[in-house]
């Protein structure tokens, strides 16, 4: 029988329990707090004011301001609908030691788990080319 908190989305099969599951609370956490930034505000049925939106900012300058803005967007959601994270830091970082590509969002999230006393990091990458 399988054992886990959730499925791990998206959902995939695995042979141990038939669907990858999360089964660990940081995995849960992690999930959860991926969803609430790749979720854009109105995507979410019966409250339209969950979510980051990241990708609306995919085509905004890649400057200090705009990171800013972003973090604020992102500590904003968690405090509200993930109060049990708190996020400490967030990082916007190249491939390489190249220039970033102006089609590219990369971003590294470090935060604290409270229940768990624990610090995870969740790296998201998104790029609006096709």
């Given at each position: 029988m399988a054992r886990g908190f959730s499925p791990k989305l998206p959902v995939s099969t695995d042979k141990e329990d038939g669907y990858a599951l999360n089964?660990?609370?940081?995995?849960?956490?992690?999930?959860?707090?991926?969803?609430?930034?790749?979720?854009?505000?109105?995507?979410?049925?019966?409250?339209?004011?969950?979510?980051?939106?990241?990708?609306?900012?995919?085509?905004?300058?890649?400057?200090?301001?705009?990171?800013?803005?972003?973090?604020?967007?992102?500590?904003?959601?968690?405090?509200?609908?993930?109060?049990?994270?708190?996020?400490?830091?967030?990082?916007?970082?190249p491939d390489s030691d190249e220039l970033m590509d102006p089609n590219l969002i990369k971003i590294e999230i470090k935060y604290f788990i409270k229940p768990l006393q624990i610090v995870d990091v969740l790296n998201i990458m998104l790029n609006n080319t096709i």
């Amino acid at each position: 029988m399988a054992r886990g908190f959730s499925p791990k989305l998206p959902v995939s099969t695995d042979k141990e329990d038939g669907y990858a599951l999360n089964k660990t609370y940081a995995e849960v956490a992690s999930q959860n707090l991926k969803h609430l930034i790749l979720t854009s505000p109105g995507e979410r049925m019966m409250d339209t004011n969950f979510g980051v939106g990241i990708r609306n900012y995919l085509f905004e300058p890649n400057t200090a301001p705009v990171h800013s803005e972003i973090l604020l967007r992102i500590r904003e959601q968690a405090t509200r609908y993930l109060p049990y994270l708190e996020i400490q830091t967030l990082l916007f970082s190249p491939d390489s030691d190249e220039l970033m590509d102006p089609n590219l969002i990369k971003i590294e999230i470090k935060y604290f788990i409270k229940p768990l006393q624990i610090v995870d990091v969740l790296n998201i990458m998104l790029n609006n080319t096709i």
